[in-house]
């Protein structure tokens, strides 16, 4: 955008487009830094009861309001025009969100660790993933309507609904009524470096985090065990893979 801009009236149409683009921008970061200063003050659950309500009003009043803006149509809240698309093409859109997150995710790794190293990166994505994995969590039970401490079926359920399992191939053995094995057999991220002849890429400390937070937030009964997962060996017919288990 040009220097010297003082007022709207003064952006052309595509500085204009791009100035819509970066409030949509900050709404985004906004209402992140909202759950999370809630969180620092009042903590996790009391953060996720007020967030309950907060992303349902907000939610309303922003399609209300975009539908307006838009010209489309509301069906009991929800755009007509998706309700009305095939069930491909709601795939393609999911799949389009669910690969745009996954981007977004090596966006911001890749930027800390060209300006501050791999230790720095993998240390904020570590962390990332220990306050991400429970409201992700949070969000799956809110959707399914699983009820609390619903022990590894509802972690089973919950698992079939991550982000991740629209992108990659996943597979679930049930071991007996007390455990389930967990194995990510197609990663995007690590088929992409396999093609490009590369080693995997060492996610096992973002694993551990990752699953054990998740699992817990399901169930905070369930345990969680890594079977392997880069840099650890593995079989050709999964990247990693984890077990889950129900304490008594």
Same mark, same amino acid.
């Given at each position: 955008?040009?220097?010297?801009?003082?007022?709207?009236?003064?952006? $052309?149409?595509?500085?204009?487009?791009?100035?819509?683009?970066?409030?949509?921008?900050?709404?985004?970061?906004? &209402?992140?830094?909202?759950?999370?200063? %809630?969180?620092?003050?009042?903590?996790?659950? =009391?953060?996720?009861?007020?967030?309950?309500?907060?992303?349902? =009003?907000?939610?309303?009043?922003?399609?209300?309001?975009?539908?307006? %803006?838009?010209?489309?149509?509301?069906?009991?809240?929800?755009?007509?025009?998706?309700?009305?698309?095939?069930?491909? $093409?709601?795939?393609?859109?999911?799949?389009?969100?669910?690969?745009?997150?996954?981007?977004?995710?090596?966006?911001?790794?890749?930027?800390?660790?060209?300006?501050?190293?791999?230790?720095?990166?993998?240390?904020?994505?570590?962390?990332?993933?220990?306050?991400?994995?429970?409201?992700?969590?949070?969000?799956?039970? =809110?959707?399914?309507?699983?009820?609390?401490?619903?022990?590894?079926?509802?972690?089973?359920?919950?698992?079939?609904?991550?982000?991740?399992?629209?992108?990659?191939?996943?597979?679930?053995?049930?071991? $007996?009524?007390?455990?389930?094995?967990?194995?990510?057999?197609?990663?995007?991220?690590?088929?992409?470096?396999? =093609?490009?002849?590369?080693?995997?890429?060492?996610?096992?400390?973002?694993?551990?985090?990752?699953?054990?937070?998740?699992?817990?937030?399901?169930?905070?009964?369930?345990?969680?065990?890594?079977?392997?997962?880069?840099?650890?060996? &593995?079989?050709?017919?999964?990247?990693?893979?984890?077990?889950?288990?129900?304490?008594?």
């Amino acid at each position: 955008m040009s220097a010297g801009k003082q007022r709207i009236d003064d952006l $052309g149409p595509a500085e204009l487009v791009r100035f819509i683009l970066d409030i949509l921008h900050r709404s985004i970061l906004h &209402h992140g830094l909202w759950f999370t200063e %809630v969180r620092h003050q009042m903590g996790g659950a =009391r953060a996720l009861e007020v967030l309950k309500t907060a992303y349902e =009003r907000s939610m309303e009043i922003q399609l209300n309001r975009l539908s307006k %803006v838009f010209g489309f149509e509301l069906t009991d809240g929800l755009p007509k025009a998706l309700l009305e698309m095939d069930r491909n $093409g709601l795939k393609e859109v999911l799949d389009g969100f669910c690969t745009n997150w996954l981007a977004n995710d090596g966006v911001w790794f890749q930027a800390v660790e060209f300006k501050d190293g791999m230790n720095d990166a993998k240390r904020c994505n570590d962390s990332c993933w220990a306050q991400f994995s429970p409201v992700e969590a949070w969000s799956i039970k =809110r959707l399914l309507g699983i009820p609390e401490r619903p022990g590894l079926p509802g972690l089973k359920q919950a698992l079939g609904f991550r982000i991740y399992a629209q992108i990659n191939t996943q597979s679930i053995i049930e071991e $007996g009524p007390g455990s389930l094995v967990f194995q990510m057999n197609e990663c995007r991220v690590q088929s992409a470096r396999k =093609r490009k002849g590369l080693a995997d890429y060492p996610c096992k400390s973002a694993g551990l985090v990752e699953y054990t937070y998740f699992a817990r937030s399901i169930d905070e009964r369930i345990h969680t065990e890594c079977i392997g997962c880069p840099p650890d060996p &593995h079989p050709d017919e999964w990247f990693c893979a984890w077990r889950f288990t129900q304490k008594t």
